[in-house]
């Protein structure tokens, strides 16, 4: 664990920042680790706030999405992956590899334990500004042990910096339960503190750095995850009747220009928080190209059944694409729209279209941001927790008018009576609902995951191993179900490399 640690460690950084959006996005550590000399001022401490969301950035196409959709199968790599194929082993690094969410962890923990000492060099740096910082640090710790939770489950838990090499690299791992406390001690602590940002001077800050409301949606997630219901209905309701004009809002006119302004050109009424590019200061992506129609650029599309599931969504609808909103042109389109009808491959419109209904984004424009959380994934989230807080059939008929939100804006029927319905049949509902709403954002395996885990695996063959099955078409049913049969196959194996230099850790059982 020491070498993969140590490459992690942040220190002084050399370009600080100006008001520009460049500055505040470029930012890069230029050594291994802080020194004394550093900390004399605000500027510097934003810097070091700053490096933990450039790192953030840089995870979205080798980590953030695949970790977050291959595995369901609803996206799928057209080259072999061994993540969609559960085929990951100790040895396959690129694929099992912790550090690049280390390297944010040590961002935060370096803040929490320093800005102190900006504030005492500096005379303008308010006890409120650093505050504001530790907000920023403590979103950044318990997103990314968030991350680490969902796809390790039992990883070392590391809350101080590694500074010099007075600290022992050698740490076991820490039990998922006392990962998931330590997320929401952080949360707390942020909230805590009253500094926590309702908005930034910019918009692409106010949705591209942590705020209180993605601090209230991070804090749903995990509850969701660990199932503690009524606080996930609490914070969700944070967010949805908030005590502020600050706060995001779903937005809710059922055309196509309206939903797909939350992907370009971003940063709308209803994100709230995403990861930024602008390719007016040079910053651009490959996501457009990941998802691209053409077969030499495209590394993802829609498995066939998720095809079918737009289709059928499209069909639904008077046959009008701007009626369509989030089908056509909207979350997918096909190679052929007009024999969509018959289409065989279909791919994420999301980070391909331009402002225009039916065009590509061109390769000037190539930096659509990356959604981690938006109010629909919200409303849904709620709708999820009033299911299973109890068999309350208020809770449940809430929870169907929460969906049929999001239905309507798309034009889509409404959902009719629950009353007959039992808990397995409105979690389908949800689920449902947020694979065709929030593909391609990286949450889908993460949501069956979650569905199939709960309640010690009570729905785990509906949720999990017949879903998996069901839209992984790039294994074999038989060696799915197989791996899908051991709990231990559900989360990545430590690296070797990991397990060579830290001679705490125990690998996953599966992996042995």
Known sequence: MKQRIIHSLLSGIALLLTTSCNDWLEVMPQNDQTSDAYWQNQEEVDAMVTSGYLYLREMVVDYLIPYGELRSGQLYSIKTNKLQNFQVKP?????????????IINVANTVLS????????????????????????????????????RNWREVPLITVPFEDDSYSYHVPKTSEDSIIAQIKADVRAALATGAAKEYYETTWETKGRATRWALY???????????????????????????????????????????????????????????????????????PILFDNTATNRLYQ????????????????????LEAVRTMFGGYY?????????????????????????????????????ILYRMADVYLMKAEALILRSNNPTDWQEAADLINVIRQRSNLEPIDDVSDKNEQEMLALVLYERRMELVGEGKSWYDVLRFGRRANNRYKSVFLDDLVTTYNKQAGESWLLSVLSNDNALFLPISESELEANKLLEQNPYYY
């Open 91 to 103: 040895t396959d690094e690129s694929l099992c590899n912790w550090g690049p969410f280390y390297q």
């Open 114 to 149: 320093n800005a102190h000492k900006a504030m005492t060099n500096d005379r303008t740096y308010k006890v409120e500004e650093m505050n504001a910082h530790f907000c920023e640090a403590y979103f950044l710790r318990a997103l990314s042990y968030f991350y680490l939770v």
């Open 217 to 287: 949606a991070l804090m749903a997630d995990v509850c969701l995850w660990s199932e503690d219901y009524a606080t996930a209905i609490t914070f969700c309701d944070y967010l949805m009747n908030p005590n502020s004009s600050h706060a995001p809002v779903l937005l809710s006119t059922p055309n196509h220009a309206t939903w797909f302004s939350m992907f370009n050109p971003g940063n709308s009424n209803e994100s709230i928080f995403e990861l930024q590019w602008d390719y007016q200061e040079n910053q651009t992506n490959n996501l």
């Open 302 to 321: 829609l498995s066939p059944q998720l095809l079918l599931d737009f289709n059928s969504e499209y069909g639904y609808t008077v046959e009008n694409m």
């Open 334 to 370: 096909t190679a052929d729209p007009n024999a969509w009808e018959v289409a065989t491959s279909g791919y994420i419109w999301k980070y391909c279209g331009s402002r225009t209904l039916s065009d590509k984004r061109t390769q000037t424009y190539y930096d659509p941001n990356f």
